[in-house]
Nanobody, 122 residues
Framework: QVQLVESGGGLVQAGGSLRLSCAAS????????MGWYRQAPGKQRELVAA???????NYADSVKGRFTISRDNAKNTVYLQMNSLKPEDTAVYYC????????????????WGQGTQVTVSS
């Protein structure tokens, strides 16, 4: 089994910062990419940021310049540094990993964390 565990969510005022962490554990053979998605009430889940094992990154336009994604490959952990938070950033943030497990090395699979709530007050 593979598990993704998020941490770091919480309540902050507009303009504040939070740092989310997501640790992947279990029978992981290799990780292609990890990322963060978010879903606000009444909205579809959207990609916030993603990073490949090689370090390539991708950000949603709405967070460029404010959020930074990074990885610690040795720890199978991805981070999301969120600065200058806005009320519209309020959402449940989900960690995602595209990876090969020891049991399934023929193709990669997506795994999801349970989500962590980020609330930004105005």
């Amino acid at each position: 089994q593979v598990q993704l565990v998020e941490s770091g969510g919480g309540l902050v005022q507009a303009g504040g910062s939070l740092r989310l962490s997501c640790a992947a554990s279990g029978s992981i053979f290799s990780i292609n990419a990890m990322g963060w998605y978010r879903q606000a009430p009444g909205k579809q889940r959207e990609l916030v940021a993603a990073i490949t094992s090689g370090g390539s990154t991708n950000y949603a336009d709405s967070v460029k310049g404010r959020f930074t994604i990074s990885r610690d490959n040795a720890k199978n952990t991805v981070y999301l540094q969120m600065n200058s938070l806005k009320p519209e950033d309020t959402a449940v943030y989900y960690c995602n990993a595209d990876l090969y497990s020891y049991g399934t090395t023929w193709y990669a699979e997506d795994y999801w964390g349970q989500g962590t709530q980020v609330t930004v007050s105005s």
